[in-house]
């Protein structure tokens, strides 16, 4: 019995211990990465293929009930996302970056802009 719960330990520490892995957009010799700033990532990559803003839901604190849009707009801030789509080319992935507060959230790969 002592073995297996060290087993379960050992591997429960190993799990947390592992390093987390952001993504990151390869742009003419530089690294766009997760944080880094609009004009950073316009600078490094050049302008995107294409844009989309839009007003992520906001939500109620202990609740996590979307505030309506008609309250939203006078009450509660947008929370504005910015994705910018980048064609890499020939025999690579679209890539996706997801600005929120214009700093990089996300950087996703797929075949289709998502």
Same mark, same amino acid.
């Given at each position: 019995?002592?073995? +297996? @719960?060290?087993? !379960?330990? /050992?591997? @429960?520490?190993? /799990?947390?211990?592992? $390093?987390?892995?952001?993504?990151?957009?390869? !742009?003419?010799?530089?690294?766009?990465?997760?944080?880094?700033?609009? =004009?950073?990532? =316009? *600078?490094? !990559?050049?302008?995107?293929? =294409?844009?989309?803003?839009?007003?992520? $839901?906001? #939500? #109620?604190?202990?609740?996590?009930?979307? /505030?309506?849009?008609?309250?939203?707009?006078? *009450?509660? $801030? !947008?929370?504005?996302? &910015? &994705? +910018?789509? #980048?064609?890499?080319? $020939?025999?690579?992935?679209?890539?996706?970056?997801? *600005?929120?507060?214009?700093? /990089?959230?996300?950087?996703? #790969?797929?075949?289709?802009?998502?």
């Amino acid at each position: 019995m002592h073995a +297996w @719960l060290r087993i !379960c330990v /050992v591997t @429960l520490i190993a /799990v947390h211990a592992a $390093p987390t892995r952001a993504e990151s957009l390869r !742009c003419n010799g530089q690294s766009a990465t997760e944080g880094d700033t609009r =004009l950073s990532v =316009l *600078f490094k !990559c050049g302008q995107p293929l =294409l844009q989309d803003t839009y007003c992520a $839901p906001v #939500y #109620y604190g202990p609740t996590l009930q979307v /505030v309506p849009d008609s309250l939203a707009g006078f *009450f509660v $801030p !947008c929370q504005p996302i &910015e &994705e +910018w789509v #980048y064609d890499r080319g $020939p025999g690579n992935l679209m890539a996706t970056v997801r *600005f929120r507060s214009g700093i /990089v959230q996300s950087i996703r #790969y797929g075949r289709t802009p998502q």
